[in-house]
């Protein structure tokens, strides 16, 4: 067998794994858009009620 034979059935062996790892390293990136664009399955939490905590803990913080 030639050199270039042997190459040549070397990389026609390695492309089958090659081609298994870019589509599975290619799939989440892929995969981004099309999450994106469905804007149904954003859930959002309902929005605190402010207490004002924070402003005493920092007087109280200042004076001690």
Same mark, same amino acid.
């Given at each position: 067998? $030639?050199?270039? #034979? #042997?190459? $040549? =059935?070397? $990389? !026609?062996? =390695? =492309? *089958?794994?090659?081609? !298994?790892? !870019?589509? #599975? =390293? %290619?799939? *989440?990136?892929? #995969?981004? *858009?099309?999450?994106r664009a469905d804007a149904g399955s954003t859930i959002e939490? *309902?929005? @605190?009620?402010? %207490?004002?905590?924070?402003?005493? @803990? !920092?007087? %109280?913080?200042?004076?001690?």
């Amino acid at each position: 067998m $030639t050199r270039i #034979a #042997a190459n $040549t =059935l070397q $990389t !026609l062996r =390695l =492309l *089958p794994r090659a081609a !298994l790892v !870019l589509v #599975a =390293l %290619s799939a *989440p990136v892929l #995969a981004v *858009p099309i999450m994106r664009a469905d804007a149904g399955s954003t859930i959002e939490a *309902p929005a @605190l009620r402010k %207490s004002g905590v924070g402003f005493v @803990l !920092l007087v %109280s913080l200042q004076r001690g």
